[in-house]
């Protein structure tokens, strides 16, 4: 194995001393003095939200107050890390939606295990799940992270909605059968 001799070069005194280092440094110091701030005081101060970003998943519900989520699955099913889990119910028939056929009894999304992939959003049939812009989800313990059906309709609110399927729907009952 070869040996091969390093030759280190001499320094000069002003080197020797670090002064210029040290002035550099300082140099490099009194720049982002004067430089304007660019941190954000993050509780107070939050960042612009890019337009299709990606949010924590919310139930939401019609103009008129109703669930719009009827329990079919879909969101169940397509999530890849099995974050949500839908308990369908049935829905009595003297209640005031008691046309629609099913309602959640229990709608949970884990919130540690939920990706932000979108997915619920794109293939629930009703609009009833939306992303929302919220980013900042904390929680001391892993049953806080767990959002059941009040929670997420209380993140969600209302959304208006331009279809008024239910009220079509509920007219046309009240009607009786076309012959």
């Known amino acids: 194995m ?3 001799p390093l030759v280190r070069p001499t320094l000069t005194l002003l080197e020797r001393t670090y002064l210029p280092q040290i002035a550099s440094g300082l140099k490099t110091t ?3 003095i004067f430089s304007p701030n660019v941190t954000l005081e993050y509780p107070e101060q939050r960042p612009a939200i890019p337009p299709g970003y990606r949010g924590v998943p919310t139930l939401v519900m019609d103009p008129n107050g109703r669930e719009k989520c009827v329990s079919c699955q879909l969101c169940e099913f397509v999530c890849p890390p099995k974050a949500i889990r839908i ?3 049935e829905i009595p028939a003297d209640a005031p939606t008691g046309h629609v056929e099913k309602a ?3 709608f949970d999304i884990d919130m540690l295990r939920c ?3 979108g997915l619920c959003q794109e293939v629930c049939p009703e609009e009833a799940i939306f992303l929302q812009n919220q980013y900042s989800m904390s929680g001391y313990t892993r049953a806080e992270m767990v959002n059941h ?3 997420l309709y209380e993140l969600g609110g209302t959304l208006p909605d ?3 399927k239910w009220d079509k729907k509920l ?3 009240k009607s009786g059968p076309a012959h």
Request: hydrophobic residues 35%; glycine residues 4%; charged residues 20%.
């Open 104 to 106: 959640p009894q229990a």
């Open 2 to 4: 070869a040996v091969i």
């Open 149 to 151: 059906k009040d929670r």
């Open 115 to 117: 990706i932000y992939c």
């Open 87 to 89: 308990t369908p119910g």
């Open 171 to 173: 007219a046309a009952e």
């Open 30 to 32: 009194l720049k982002h």
């Open 162 to 164: 331009s279809h008024h």
